[in-house]
Nanobody
Framework: QVQLVESGGGSVQAGESLRLACVAS????????MAWFRQVPGKEREGVAA????????YQTTSLKGRFTISRDNAKNTLYLLMNSLKPADTAMYYC??????????????????WGQGTQVTVSS
């Protein structure tokens, strides 16, 4: 059974940084597009960023460009999300997801086959 396990969330002050990680197991990791989503209670899951299997192409929500960076290490089966200059509006549960489909409409959660359990990020002002 495929497993995606996120870590690195926590409570921080506005302006601080966090790096999230997602370790994949029981999956041919280097063949999957990977993505980060986030969700707050009562709202739909929002695509944050995605990355191609070889890591050469990234896709990102325009509003988060310049603050969030997605990357991956295929040797470690690990996906990362570096979040800088965090704002209270970034408070959410963050999820990693895996898909073997091309990244067209990467921000649509239904395109992804596998999901992690999430890691909470809380940013206070």
């Amino acid at each position: 059974q495929v497993q995606l396990v996120e870590s690195g969330g926590g409570s921080v002050q506005a302006g601080e940084s966090l790096r999230l990680a997602c370790v994949a197991s029981r999956i041919t990791y280097s063949t999957y597009y990977m993505a980060w989503f986030r969700q707050v209670p009562g709202k739909e899951r929002e695509g944050v960023a995605a990355i191609s299997p070889d890591g050469r192409s990234t896709y990102q929500t325009t509003s988060l460009k310049g603050r969030f960076t997605i990357s991956r290490d295929n040797a470690k089966n690990t996906l990362y999300l570096l979040m800088n200059s965090l704002k209270p509006a970034d408070t959410a549960m963050y999820y990693c997801a895996a898909s073997q489909l091309p990244p067209q409409y990467w921000w649509i959660s239904s395109k992804y086959n596998y999901w992690g359990q999430g890691t909470q990020v809380t940013v206070s002002s």
